[in-house]
Nanobody, 124 residues
Framework: VQLQASGGGPVQAGESLRLSCAASSTTFSGYALGWFREGPSNLRELVAVASWTGGAVHYADSMKGRVTISRDRAENTVSLQINNVKPEDAATYYC??????????????????WGQGTQVTVSS
């Protein structure tokens, strides 16, 4: 069972960024899929999470209005779009899977599986 994140790299401030995460196994059925990021503080913070059906989504307050998470169950993928990228968005982004019964799963400890991370750098 693997999560493979992609789409990171350099981006100019003000541009948009789209990250994708592919799950290698259908055992993610029933799991919520989320995106975290880890910046210079080395704290891993939730950016957004989508429920198994994709019908419920949760965004970090700091990201609301600029970010959209979408899930394709047929393709077993979850994507994260960030608009109007800011320098503070520079971080390593991780996708993760949660079976936590509480919604939304907010903390890293709520997630059992993690992707390898994809790094985003922002130039102004």
């Amino acid at each position: 069972v693997q999560l493979q994140a992609s789409g990171g790299g350099p981006v100019q401030a003000g541009e948009s960024l789209r990250l994708s995460c592919a799950a290698s196994s259908t055992t993610f059925s029933g799991y919520a899929l989320g995106w975290f990021r880890e910046g210079p503080s080395n704290l891993r913070e939730l950016v957004a999470v989508a429920s198994w059906t994709g019908g419920a989504v949760h965004y970090a307050d700091s990201m609301k209005g600029r970010v959209t998470i979408s899930r394709d169950r047929a393709e077993n993928t979850v994507s994260l779009q960030i608009n109007n990228v800011k320098p503070e968005d520079a971080a390593t982004y991780y996708c993760a899977a949660s079976w936590n019964v509480r919604w939304p799963p907010l903390w890293p400890k709520d997630y059992a599986f993690w992707g390898q991370g994809t790094q985003v750098t922002v130039s102004s």
